[in-house]
């Protein structure tokens, strides 16, 4: 495969294919993410990728400049560097992109992960792009979008038959929360830990609770629900 070895040198056509290439992947990947109306989506994912790419081939350009044209003035001034740690800062600087992406909601519930792992996937994966190794970048490309695509269906499906689970429950009253917690244990269940918050009179908001639950038993999740939601001092009822 010696065209192969022609697209890994450093020349026009090797760059415009690597930067292309970083576009399209990490621009693919953030498409999913987009319509599902994440803080991350096509755009972020096309330019985390592209600058990783960027990076990397400017990591080469020195690298063969340096030994290059560049040889005898890097002589003379004494310069030493390792022109491939640009690559280790681009994973450095993604964590505090990804750091922005996580949040945890009023629920307390945290939401972003996904996004942040996946903005790391990409930036390596635009590492490799910018690095020429392109058998890697296709099968990295393939997986990454499986696993952003197709496992969340295997994973709602394991969490919706899982014994363990997690409701969040607003209601009227403390003085309801001795109700809420008989009626979780007459559904055959073992509380382990419950996580309160008051509610706050300038907000208007209820107080909450979350139960950290186990079914004895297997049996619906809705069912769960559904039982305790049929108190009347309960105002909201999710699972998270």
Known sequence: MEWLDYLRELNIWS???R???AMAFGGLIGLERGKK???AGFRTYMLVCLGAALTMLLSQYEILMLEGPWAQTAGVVGIRTDAARFGAQVINGIGFLG???IIVTGRQEVKGLTTAAGLWASACMGLAIGAGFYE?????FVLIFLSIRLLP????FIIENARNMN???????????GDIIGRIKTLDVNIYEVDIERGREETQRYPSAVFSIRLNTKQPHTHVLAAISELESVRTIDEI
């Open 136 to 140: 890697c970048v296709i099968l990295a």
């Open 167 to 177: 409701v969040y429950v607003e209601f009227s009253s403390l003085d309801d929360l």
């Open 153 to 156: 269906y295997l994973e709602n």
């Open 19 to 21: 930067l292309t290439a």
């Open 99 to 101: 750091a922005g992406t």
């Open 37 to 39: 109306r994440r803080a």
């Open 15 to 17: 760059v415009m294919l």
